[in-house]
């Protein structure tokens, strides 16, 4: 038996993106977005108020980076999604995290978040949905695999649960995609 909920925005698992943006005065600003995701093989899509500093520091500097929150830095992720640079210029330094420039486009790296999508803003679409074209990925070295690979487990990404409003962590692997299925054919 199946139990309706009606129309919810779940959706599982759901990443906390962490989008990471430059000020018109240099300042560093990074925001939790939990509605985001890939809209293309290179490209990502962003669902952000017209309010948010971050949208803001997007349409004027043509570039963001979006990080993946990992288990470590729960806390800090929660705390850059609760409070507007807006209101909270020092928030960034609150949080303990530190920028760096990225090299490809004009956003901040974030140190402690181990891996990036560096984009360029491509369009604001028509219903305000941010879209940027990924021009690089970088990651620190301690979440490589031996064969120079992302590893997940490493990675430690975390989930946003929206029923329960809580953080998931994931990473374990638990098939092989594009081969386990091979079996019932």
Known sequence: ?????????WLYPLPVLLVGTYDEEGNADLMNAAWGGLYDSDKVVLCLSAGH????????KKAFTVS??????VTEADYVGMVSANSEPGKLEKAG?????SAFVDAPLI???PMTLECRLLKRNEDGNIIGEIVNVSADEKI??????IDPEKLCPISFDPI???YVKLGET??????DGAALK
């Not at 038996?1 to 925005?9: D, L, T």
């Not at 995290?97 to 420039?101: E, G, L, Q």
């Not at 490589?144 to 690979?149: A, F, T, V, W």
């Open 1 to 9: 038996m199946r139990k309706n909920f009606g129309v919810k925005p």
């Open 53 to 60: 500093k971050t949208t803001k520091n997007i349409m004027e």
């Open 68 to 73: 993946f929150a990992d288990a470590a830095h």
């Open 97 to 101: 995290f530190h920028p760096t420039k």
């Open 111 to 113: 140190e402690e978040l």
């Open 144 to 149: 490589l695999k031996e064969d120079g690979s």
């Open 164 to 166: 329960r409003n809580a």
């Open 174 to 179: 638990v098939g092989n995609a594009f081969r």
